[in-house]
């Protein structure tokens, strides 16, 4: 059974976090300065130190992002999984489903996209034709893109 203490105690330098983490040492990097990472204890050499806890917080960042949450929306998780009591799942259902309804939008974004990039590309015959319809479509000289 592990305590508190080793959850907290640094121990991984961050080559060693951004391989268990999946993130390169510049995202983790990143995830300090936008204040979503603590600042990491340091060595006598100036090296970071991460402890269990932070590998803990990057994964959770790193599943977030994964799923399509903005910074700020990281964040708001964030503040609801550190302050866990009565509101934070409201507060967090609220959240996802927000989120949830914009990757519903930008679905049928994409599955409109998708039709007329199937239609443009299908007019191109390959690229047989002596002008390029796709071209000429995204020119805006011919064929209308809604």
Same mark, same amino acid.
């Given at each position: 059974?592990?305590?508190? $203490?080793?959850?907290?105690?640094?121990?991984?330098?961050?080559?060693?976090?951004?391989?268990?983490?999946?993130?390169?040492?510049?995202?983790?990097? %990143?995830?300090?300065?936008?204040?979503?990472? =603590? $600042?990491?204890?340091?060595?006598?050499?100036? /090296?970071? #130190?991460?402890?269990?806890?932070?590998?803990?917080?990057?994964? %959770?960042?790193r599943?977030?992002? #994964? +799923?399509? %949450?903005?910074?700020? !929306?990281?964040?708001? #998780?964030?503040? %609801?999984?550190? /302050? @866990?009591?009565? =509101?934070?799942? $409201?507060?967090? /259902?609220?959240?996802?489903?927000?989120h +949830?309804?914009?990757?519903?939008?930008?679905?049928?974004? #994409?599955?409109?996209?998708?039709? @007329? +990039?199937?239609?443009? @590309?299908?007019s191109?015959?390959?690229?047989?034709?002596?002008?390029?319809? +796709?071209? !000429?479509?995204?020119?805006?000289?011919? /064929?209308? @893109? =809604?």
């Amino acid at each position: 059974m592990r305590d508190e $203490a080793d959850e907290t105690t640094p121990l991984l330098p961050i080559g060693a976090l951004a391989k268990h983490t999946g993130l390169t040492v510049e995202g983790i990097r %990143f995830y300090e300065k936008a204040g979503i990472l =603590r $600042a990491p204890a340091r060595t006598a050499g100036q /090296h970071r #130190l991460y402890s269990r806890a932070d590998l803990k917080r990057l994964n %959770f960042i790193r599943r977030a992002r #994964l +799923l399509g %949450f903005t910074l700020d !929306e990281v964040r708001a #998780l964030m503040r %609801f999984a550190d /302050h @866990v009591g009565v =509101r934070s799942c $409201a507060d967090a /259902h609220r959240l996802a489903t927000k989120h +949830l309804a914009d990757v519903k939008a930008k679905l049928t974004d #994409l599955k409109k996209m998708e039709k @007329v +990039l199937r239609g443009m @590309v299908a007019s191109c015959a390959e690229g047989t034709l002596p002008e390029c319809p +796709l071209i !000429e479509t995204l020119s805006g000289s011919k /064929h209308d @893109v =809604r």
